[in-house]
């Protein structure tokens, strides 16, 4: 899996590289020091925007004037680099494997799949749906490589019916209507795609949930006017038709709003704890991040035979107990012993002694201040 990393002016690092002989990877320091910051460069291999959906120009060192950055990672045997140069007006990302520019890295992440959690996510079921739809997404892009490229295209389509709503919107004109029927027609084709994939995640995500006591059992769905649709109407055609009918009836109300009514862009993802009987929302702040691990794990657990995998973990003990925090070590040590050849694990922490139940099966790394020293392991088991 991964056996080197190095971060070339990227944040708080200036020039620094970690060799790893582990498939468990352990960083720990004080905030701030840029834990994280590693973790982000390793996702950003996943999808070239990374857990903190970044600007691409805020990523450069301040502590420089080289206006560029680059991850550059071998991962098994094969040298993949992220770079970004900055020009006057905007700036180039650049591709590479072994070597050679590619267009993007796709062929790279169609066999190596890069999940994350990290701290903002132990609030997940509080915050905003846009939170909870980027992390279902995170699941659908591993399985479906078209899945960003369907996003993406529903974005672009959605700004540019905005644009013709808010600057040459008038009803009674036959031209901006024909246009209008263009766009609508193609944000539904592409928005019943990515609705269609989160609905199948979310029913694989209940089907495949560990059968343990360890972690809540849940149930979970996607909510939303299109998504209520497809489950209640069989024939594709009337979902698309009914879709395409709401996007025209809203051109007004979407005109004075200027946000998009109806859509992918509305749904949430709904989880209920089954135990409790109450939804996610509801229960503790420890609750809610067992629950989310678990969902989590069941994922992965499901999918560990197909591909490679990288999990980032970041700050994963926050809010756990000192039981439960053993219970998910335990089973990230299990994951990697089935699964040696298919996975890696970085986990990030304030303490070292939070993960030493990890002594003598994982790589430990101090990280301060923009430097990275490994550490012998501490603790017997």
Not at 34 to 62: M, Q
Not at 67 to 76: G, H, K, T, V
Not at 81 to 89: A, I, L, M
Request: charged share 30%; proline share 1%.
């Amino acid at each position: 899996m991964i056996s080197s990393l190095s971060l070339i002016r990227f944040r708080n690092y200036l020039n620094e590289t970690i060799n790893i002989k582990n498939n468990i990877v352990v960083l720990y320091g004080d905030n701030g020091e840029g834990k994280t910051n590693i973790l982000e460069a390793i996702s950003i291999l996943a999808d070239g925007k990374g857990l903190r959906r970044a600007d691409t120009d805020s990523l450069i060192n301040k502590d420089t004037s080289e206006q560029l950055w680059s991850i550059d990672a071998i991962i098994n045997s094969t040298a993949i680099s992220v770079g970004f140069v900055k020009g006057d007006k905007s700036g180039k990302k650049i591709y590479k494997v072994n070597g050679k520019t590619v267009k993007n890295l796709n062929e790279f992440r169609e066999k190596n799949h890069i999940l994350w959690m990290t701290s903002e996510n132990d609030r997940l079921f509080v915050q905003s749906p846009a939170n909870r739809r980027n992390f279902i997404d995170m699941f659908c892009n591993s399985v479906d490589a078209e899945h960003t490229t369907y996003l993406r295209a529903y974005e672009k389509l959605i700004r540019d019916r905005m644009v013709v709503l808010k600057n040459d919107y008038n009803e009674n004109s036959e031209d901006t209507s024909k246009w209008l029927d263009i766009l609508e027609k193609q944000i539904c084709e592409v928005g019943l795609k990515v609705a269609k994939n989160r609905i199948e995640m979310t029913e694989n995500l209940e089907q495949c949930q560990l059968a343990s006591n360890d972690f809540p059992s849940f149930t979970n769905k996607m909510i939303g006017t299109l998504e209520n649709e497809i489950l209640n109407i069989a024939n594709e055609t009337n979902v698309l038709d009914m879709y395409q009918k709401a996007l025209k009836e809203r051109r007004l109300k979407d005109s004075v709003t200027g946000t998009t009514t109806i859509g992918i862009n509305r749904s949430d993802w709904s989880v209920h704890h089954i135990v409790n009987d109450i939804n996610a929302n509801q229960c503790s702040a420890g609750e809610q991040k067992m629950l989310l691990i678990g969902i989590f794990l069941s994922f992965i657990i499901n999918k560990i035979k197909d591909d490679n995998w990288i999990i980032l973990l970041d700050d994963i003990v926050a809010h756990l107990d000192e039981k439960y925090s053993l219970i998910l070590l335990r089973y990230i040590k299990k994951l990697v012993h089935d699964n040696r050849d298919k996975i890696d694990v970085w986990l990030s922490g304030t303490s070292v002694s939070d993960f030493s139940a990890l002594d003598g099966f994982a790589q430990f790394f101090e990280i301060d201040n923009g430097k990275v020293s490994e550490k012998e392991n501490k603790y017997d088991n």
